[in-house]
């Protein structure tokens, strides 16, 4: 069997969460060929372990594979799906929009190959060899294509493929000091050619796609009255659900209400959902309705909170304050004086979606019960990594199901641990460090504090390093908006930041005893935050405890 470099393409190719587009899907049954057909005595080095955001596939250039045997020589594979046009200037091809020549492409590319490959130490002799195969096209004049007729395997010849790669390639005499100097040099291309900053927001498109069938089902259930519990990890949707939900009643000109725990996350659902509505906090619901009935309180007293939500249940619901729909989101977070609170605000015939995930809940109450209504679960997460997922399987309570079904498979989780007595500072400032390396842009990047505001020593501070930090100031401008620091890269607090994602986290200043139940909340908050890399800076003590539980599930836990 060939060694296939990058790994983890397998899992991703085997999952049932992500149908491939056609491209994507040739190219996964060539590598599997590859993989099964050739012998241990050859490498291949391919780039489509990001075939589900990435809308190219090649390694360098317009080369799919690039074949390495024992003996350090290589042959570069141009897979071409699709069709073909053949004239007088040979066989040429539409891409991109543009009509190329597929003899002087894959020229320009083999001899700007073998030209870099030659500049490397111990590879000027290393031999380059090139293959056109298309699978899809039979090409009529082979003589006319503008390249060798043995280096076209077209869908006459697919069968051959293999065969057609042994005679170009033979498996090679011995192991050349060469190909550890190619090895290096293509796993260099392969990393020089994923575009981080590029594949962000495809990714995102690709986990809202995914992501959306909690909103389509959820939304095809019908009784009545229509109370709906929605149980859901994080990852799973829920936030899309909301906005469908949301979105549906302006369109048949209803008024709906979404009410949540966390000032950021309704600052956030407010940006995104269409005008018609009522989106706020369950604190802001409560100034509101004292606001309209003309009374007014102090919540920077020490008990200001309390005293306001007395206040505004001591008020009848005017006529105005009905909605056609409520959501409540992060219910695990409220009260049951707050459930029957916000459940005034709902007419006997309004449709009322509770969404929680109990895993989320930070502030140890007790929870809302919602008897009699129908509840739905949902346990798969599209937005972690699955190298994410598997973290949090190690260190969930018995009981507690999240399934792996994100898009990203092979992608960062780095765990970093400072002394006590340097403190998380320095260790951050690597951890955006490595982030920048990798090719996130400092807004793609998120910091994110495992303490709260007042013991967090980043949250105090306006830059990390070179870094200008984005932070909240704790005021809000006339319009109610929440003014930020001048900045561009965002720390935050694992209490602030929940219910909102960011490509790259970094959750710092961990440090704990025991992996308790508290801590194992917070972790689980943090860590679903990442979108597609995860660097956990902890304690040294936090760090061995985390190791310890990852040590325990096999690496191939989905």
């Known amino acids: 069997m060939a060694r296939i470099i990058p790994d983890g393409w397998q899992e991703f190719c085997n999952s049932d969460a992500s149908p491939m587009p056609g491209a994507a899907l040739r190219h996964h049954e060539t590598l599997s060929a590859l993989s099964a057909g050739l012998s241990a005595d050859y490498s291949v080095y391919h780039a489509v372990h990001w075939t589900t955001v990435e809308r190219g596939f090649s390694v360098f250039g317009e080369v799919d594979f690039a074949i390495v045997n024992r003996a350090g020589d290589v042959l570069l594979i141009a897979q071409k799906t699709g069709f073909f046009e053949e004239g007088g200037e040979g066989l040429v091809k539409r891409e991109r929009g543009r009509i190329v020549n ?21 590879c000027e002799r290393v031999q380059i060899d090139y293959l056109l195969y298309c699978p899809d096209y039979t090409v009529r004049r082979v003589e006319g294509a503008g390249l060798s007729g043995d280096r076209i395997v077209d869908a006459r010849r697919r069968d051959e493929l293999l065969g057609v790669i042994r005679a170009i390639l033979p498996p090679g005499q011995s192991a ?13 291309v392969i990393e020089l050619e994923t575009d981080v900053s590029a594949l962000v927001g495809q990714a995102q498109a690709m986990v809202t796609r995914i992501s959306g069938g909690l909103a389509h089902w959820a939304r095809q259930l019908d009784f009545s009255p229509f109370r709906l519990h929605v149980e859901g990890t994080a990852g799973s949707g829920k936030t899309q659900l909301a906005l469908a939900e949301f979105r549906a009643a ?35 619901l409560c100034q509101r309705l004292l606001r309209d009935a003309g009374r007014a309180v102090d919540v920077s007293s020490p008990d200001g909170f309390e005293r306001l939500e007395r206040e505004a249940e001591s008020v009848p619901i005017d006529p105005r304050w009905l909605f056609d729909t409520l959501v409540i989101d992060e219910g695990q977070d409220f009260t049951r004086a707050w459930r029957d609170q916000v459940l005034r605000h709902a007419r006997p015939q309004s449709r009322v979606i509770w969404l929680e995930d109990p895993m989320q809940a930070l502030y140890a109450r007790e929870p809302a019960e919602l008897p009699g209504w129908v509840t739905l679960r949902a346990r798969a997460n599209y ?22 079904a994100g898009p990203l498979v092979g992608a960062d989780l780095e765990l970093i641990d400072y002394a006590d007595a340097d403190g998380p500072l320095a260790a951050t400032k690597e951890a955006i460090r490595r982030c920048l390396a990798a090719g996130f842009r400092r807004q793609d990047i998120a910091v994110v504090s495992f303490r709260g505001r007042t013991q967090s020593a980043l949250l105090s501070l306006d830059t990390l390093g070179p870094h200008p930090i984005r932070r909240f100031t704790g005021r809000y401008d006339l319009l109610a908006q929440p003014v930020f620091t001048d900045g561009e890269l965002l720390v935050e607090s694992v209490y602030r930041f929940k219910g909102q994602a960011a490509p790259a986290v970094v959750l710092t200043e961990i440090d704990f005893e025991s992996l308790d139940e508290r801590t194992v909340r917070k972790l689980f908050v943090g860590a679903t935050r990442a979108t597609m890399k995860l660097t956990l800076v902890a304690s040294h003590r936090a760090a061995g405890r985390l190791r310890q539980a990852l040590q325990d599930v096999p690496a191939s836990t989905p």
């Open 383 to 404: 937005r972690s990594p699955r190298e994410v997922v598997r973290l949090l399987r190690a260190i969930l309570p018995a009981g507690v199901e999240i399934e792996a």
């Open 176 to 188: 050349h000091p060469a190909v550890a100097q190619v090895d290096r040099f293509f796993r260099d």
């Open 250 to 284: 302006i369109e048949r000109g209803q008024r709906p209400l979404y009410v949540c725990y966390n000032r950021p996350l309704a600052d956030h659902f407010a940006a995104v959902a269409p005008a018609g509505g009522e989106v706020c906090t369950f604190h802001t």
């Open 102 to 122: 597929v003899a002087m492409q894959m020229a320009r590319t083999v001899a700007a190959l073998r030209d870099k490959l030659a500049r490397r130490s111990g």
